[in-house]
T-cell receptor
Framework: DGGITQSPKYLFRKEGQNVTLSCEQNLNHDAMYWYRQDPGQGLRLIYYSQIVNDFQKGDIAEGYSVSREKKESFPLTVTSAQKNPTAFYLC??????????????FGEGSRLTVL | ELKVEQNPLFLSMQEGKNYTIYCNYSTTSDRLYWYRQDPGKSLESLFVLLSNGAVKQEGRLMASLDTKARLSTLHITAAVHDLSATYFCAVAHPFMEYGNKLVFGAGTILRVKS
């Protein structure tokens, strides 16, 4: 089945540690995105990538880093510079053409808790 | 800067009643999306609205888009308990050079009471 796989589903981190969240898609989508969701709030864009080896900062990129070495994969690293990393992280992908609806499809999410 | 506002943020409804959730946005866009989120889960796509006057219906939910007023509505007809969830609208940034960069509203928590 085609879809977006995020791992791990739950992750605990000590302060000062970097952690990497995995996102893999087999939908053959060009564009991939990372969003952060805090309790009772909407989603905020961290980074996005339209093609391999290229990505752009979203609205809250500070303290995060990404890479896009393969079309299928868009891992997110939460660095120790991120002051309040406890949140629900959602990865998404979409086809990127003017003729498409541009609908984003989401993975199941990764819940990060800083101890 | 594109901003998206939803109201109400919390809605408690009786089963069988009708209600409307509103989504206003601040700058020109012709692509708007509605998503549903169950507690602790990911987002499920409900509707994609791509032009002024677009109307989509699925079961007890109907969404519409007025790009001139920069307003979308999600209308709930004869609510049932299964509709309890958080509903988000998301508006696409108007310039494709940014990819399909969506800005989300804060979400409307819907609770349907029997």
């Amino acid at each position: 089945d085609g879809g977006i796989t995020q791992s791990p589903k739950y992750l605990f981190r000590k302060e000062g540690q970097n952690v990497t969240l995995s996102c893999e898609q087999n939908l053959n989508h060009d564009a991939m995105y990372w969003y952060r969701q805090d309790p009772g709030q909407g989603l905020r864009l961290i980074y996005y990538s339209q093609i391999v080896n290229d990505f752009q900062k979203g609205d809250i990129a500070e303290g995060y880093s990404v890479s896009r070495e393969k079309k299928e994969s868009f891992p997110l690293t939460v660095t120790s510079a991120q002051k309040n990393p406890t949140a629900f992280y959602l990865c998404a992908s979409s086809i990127f053409t003017l003729s498409n609806t541009g609908e984003l499809f989401f993975g199941e999410g990764s819940r990060l808790t800083v101890l | 800067e594109l901003k998206v506002e939803q109201n109400p943020l919390f809605l408690s409804m009786q089963e069988g009643k009708n209600y409307t959730i509103y989504c206003n946005y601040s700058t020109t866009s012709d692509r708007l999306y509605w998503y549903r989120q169950d507690p602790g889960k990911s987002l499920e796509s409900l509707f994609v609205l791509l032009s002024n006057g677009a109307v989509k219906q699925e079961g007890r939910l109907m969404a519409s888009l007025d790009t001139k007023a920069r307003l979308s509505t999600l209308h709930i007809t004869a609510a049932v308990h299964d509709l309890s969830a958080t509903y988000f609208c998301a508006v696409a940034h108007p310039f494709m050079e940014y990819g399909n960069k969506l800005v989300f509203g804060a979400g409307t928590i819907l609770r349907v009471k029997s």
